[in-house]
Structures are given as structure tokens and as C-alpha cells.
């Protein structure tokens, strides 16, 4: 019954680190999404991928990549990885075909980063 | 763009009780649908409830139910007879016209108490 699959449950890395957090479905969804989620701030969208190679901006898109090489696979990428993105990172996936309502998601059980 | 506004950070209940989770949101367009999402202490997000902005009848799903006002722009949870296992946080979301993407609220961590 795996859905979406985020590839670490906690990590610790190094300031400077470049770092690497996966995310995989298997429900064949185009939508996929990386959040990072702090106390009192919610859920804040770093980048959204609608279909394989294409990739938006969110909200919060500065000292992050991503990448979709697969439909089934989004990776997010810390570039260097700094204090301040010490957070929950969770991924999700949708598609129209969806219910309920369209897009709405599926979460992955979220990666917890530490930088130190 | 859209705002969710969730106001109340933290609520204390008493089993069996009802409580209710507010939820405000700011949107230009006239198609749009609601969330609501449950996350407990494991971390995972739970898909609770969803309403349509055409939806004429208010959602409800078992023991959640969803008080949809299109005038006054909100869309507050309703648990109903609540359990110790509905101690999490709950976070209202949404999603516009044409839109892939929901945007989230602060969330709401609701306590059971026995």
C-alpha cells in the first residue's frame, strides 16, 4: 500500500554539504511537490514538478533545486546545505484523475533535517 | 495568490466532545476547493475532508464535518465525539482555479483530554 516514499526519515549533515532528499511514487501521478514545514509557519511550497523535466518555482525556491529525471522520482537538492534549512521536508504527488476534487495529495511520512 | 488563515495554534478537548478548527482563506477566483489534513505526532499528513466551492451541501466524512460559508470566506472543521486518537495537528489547505498546487495554513494542534 506505499504510495510516496521519501527516502530518509531523519538526516544530520554539515553546513556546506550538498545534500540530496528523494522522493518516489508509484501511483503514476504528474504532479509532485516538495514543502518544508516549520512550527507556526505551516507547510511552505519550495518547488512543484507537473511533469517529468519541468519544474516551478514555489514560494520559498532560494538554496534549493530540484530534479525529475522520472516521473516517479522528484529529488530535492540543498545545494549547500545551511543552519536555516534545518526543517521537515515533505514531498506529496497528485493528479487530476484524483479524488477527491483533483489534486488533491498523497505525503510522503517526511524527512527530518538537522544541519549542523 | 492564496492565504489560509488558521488563528487558533493550539486547543485543549475533553473526550467525547465536539470541537471546531477555524479556517479562513483570501481568494480571487470563484473555483476552488478546500482541505483539511490531520497530521499526528509520526509526521505523516492525513487527507480528512474536502469541499468544492459549488459544493451546495456542507462535507462531511464520519465523524468530520466541514462548515463551509462562501460569504464570509471560511471553512471550519468540525470533529464531532472526539478521541484521544484525534490529538494531531490539523491543517486547513486550498487550491484555486487552474491550480496544481494547495496552499497551507499555520495549523491547528488540537489535545484530547480523558
Known amino acids: 500500500d506505499v504510495k510516496v516514499t521519501q527516502s530518509s526519515r531523519y538526516l544530520v549533515k554539515r553546513t556546506g554539504e550538498k545534500v540530496f532528499l528523494e522522493c518516489v511514487q508509484d501511483m503514476d501521478h504528474e504532479n509532485m511537490f516538495w514543502y518544508r514545514q516549520d512550527p507556526g509557519l505551516g507547510l511552505r511550497l519550495i518547488y512543484f514538478s507537473y511533469d517529468v523535466k519541468m519544474k516551478e518555482k514555489g514560494d520559498i525556491p532560494e538554496g534549493y533545486s530540484v530534479s525529475r529525471e522520472k516521473k516517479e522520482r522528484f529529488s530535492l537538492i540543498l545545494e549547500s546545505a545551511s543552519t536555516n534549512q534545518t526543517s521537515m521536508y515533505l514531498c506529496?504527488?497528485?493528479?487530476?484523475?484524483?479524488?477527491?476534487?483533483?489534486?488533491?495529495?498523497?505525503f510522503g511520512s517526511g524527512t527530518r533535517l538537522t544541519v549542523v | 495568490a492564496q492565504k489560509i488563515t488558521q488563528t487558533q495554534p493550539g486547543m485543549f478537548v475533553q473526550e467525547k466532545e465536539a470541537v471546531t478548527l477555524d479556517c479562513t482563506y483570501d481568494?480571487?477566483?470563484?473555483?476552488?476547493?478546500l482541505f483539511w489534513y490531520k497530521q499526528p505526532s509520526s509526521g505523516e499528513m492525513i487527507f480528512l475532508i474536502y469541499q468544492g466551492s459549488y459544493d451546495e451541501q456542507n462535507a462531511t466524512e464520519g465523524r468530520y464535518s466541514l462548515n463551509f460559508q462562501k460569504a464570509r470566506k471560511s471553512a471550519n472543521l468540525v470533529i464531532s465525539a472526539s478521541q484521544l486518537g484525534d490529538s494531531a495537528m490539523y491543517f486547513c489547505?486550498?487550491?484555486?482555479?487552474?491550480?496544481?498546487?494547495?496552499?497551507f495554513g499555520a495549523g491547528t494542534t488540537v489535545t484530547v483530554r480523558a
Open positions: 481568494t480571487s477566483d470563484q473555483s476552488y476547493g
Open positions: 489547505a486550498m487550491r484555486g482555479a487552474n491550480d496544481y498546487k494547495l496552499s
Open positions: 506529496a504527488s497528485s493528479s487530476p484523475r484524483q479524488a477527491p476534487g483533483g489534486y488533491g495529495y498523497t
